[in-house]
């Protein structure tokens, strides 16, 4: 099974509250989704960058198995640009400058050659570029959509159209209260389960994940942590060990979206250890393996109960 994705691919600034910083890499919610995603399945990108970006970062990017033939290198449009600064606990952020540039563009064209795919995820991007991607896959088994403070301010409309058309929704604990107005997150979940899919997955940073479905409910904490560099991507890696692991697995029943979100927890984990990709460029499938067999021990409570 083929996995297809499209989202932003960006050049990054990112200040972490020790002093270091990150100047100009590689990031973009697509870019960690498809190289964590490419540990379990093949993936196919669908996303466009300006003719300013850097032939080292592409290079750097193609480290990954990832199906770049859907990534279009736009004359005359600029990349897009993110510059983040985290606060102490390195879960908060605030956003010191954005620069749509080309994600406020048309998609890109999808190649023929991936139109047999049915396992969508739709990164964090301009709502316009989810939805037209996603209404070119009618035969599609399961299409999950991420998205980030920005779009619920900016597209709120576009959204709520969004979210009648996917079966499953990621977004952080803030954003859901910010898309839903509901200061409990689980009636955060509820209504967003409301505006139409099957499930939700609301991101607690440090503190996990928490899945509410149609047919249940799961939580999971995140997998404890001590080497926390840079915490940029770890929502898109999140929702890559999960969606690589489904689509693998060719299963959207609830038991494998909890299984996955522990594959997902997994990759996350690893891409906060170091800035941009360069710790999920190290990882191979064993390593995911080896860090969801220890973390599996630390769910475990016991034949008590
Ligand atoms: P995450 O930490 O998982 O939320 O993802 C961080 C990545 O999202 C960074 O590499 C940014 O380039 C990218 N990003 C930041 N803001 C936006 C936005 N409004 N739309 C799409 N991508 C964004």
Redo the contacts with the bound molecule.
């Keep these: 099974m083929s996995l297809i994705v499209t989202?932003?691919v960006?050049i990054?600034t990112v200040e972490t509250p020790d002093g270091q910083r990150a100047d100009e890499v590689l990031?973009?919610?697509s870019?960690?989704f498809a190289a964590g995603a490419s540990y379990f399945t093949p993936v196919r990108l669908v996303a466009a960058v300006g003719d300013d970006f850097p032939a080292p970062m592409l290079d750097q990017f193609k480290q990954f198995d990832v199906c770049t033939d859907g990534l279009e290198q736009r004359e005359g449009s600029k990349t897009?640009r993110?510059h983040?600064r985290y606060h102490e606990n390195m879960n908060d952020r605030d956003?010191l400058d954005?620069q749509l540039n080309v994600?406020g563009e048309a998609l890109p064209p999808v190649p023929d050659h991936y139109k047999d795919s049915k396992y969508i995820f739709l990164a964090?991007?301009?709502p316009a570029g989810q939805l037209a991607l996603l209404e070119q896959f009618p035969d599609r088994k399961l299409v999950v959509a991420d998205t980030?403070d920005?779009?619920i301010e900016t597209e709120p409309d576009l959204l709520k159209t969004l979210l009648s058309k996917i079966d499953g929704f990621v977004l952080n604990d803030s954003e859901a209260k910010q898309l839903t107005g509901e200061q409990n997150v689980i009636k955060a979940a509820d209504a967003v389960l409301a505006m139409g899919p099957t499930f939700v997955i609301v991101k607690k940073g440090e503190h996990g994940a928490i899945l509410r479905h149609k047919d249940g409910t799961g939580v999971l904490p995140a997998f404890p942590a001590d080497q926390v560099v840079d915490?940029?991507?770890?929502?898109?890696?999140f929702a890559s060990g999960m969606m690589g692991y489904l689509c693998a697995a060719d299963d959207t029943s609830v038991d494998a979206i909890k299984r996955a979100m522990a594959y997902g927890t997994i990759v996350a984990s690893y891409t906060i250890e170091k800035f941009s990709t360069d710790r999920l460029a190290e990882i191979d499938r064993a390593t995911i393996e080896e860090r969801v067999k220890e973390f599996a021990t630390h769910l475990d409570i016991g034949a008590g109960i």
């Excluded at 915490?231 to 890696?237: E, F, H, L």
């Design positions: 989202g932003s960006g990054d990031g973009g919610s870019i960690y897009f993110w983040g956003t954005v994600l964090n991007t301009h980030m920005l779009w915490p940029t991507g770890a929502g898109d890696s």
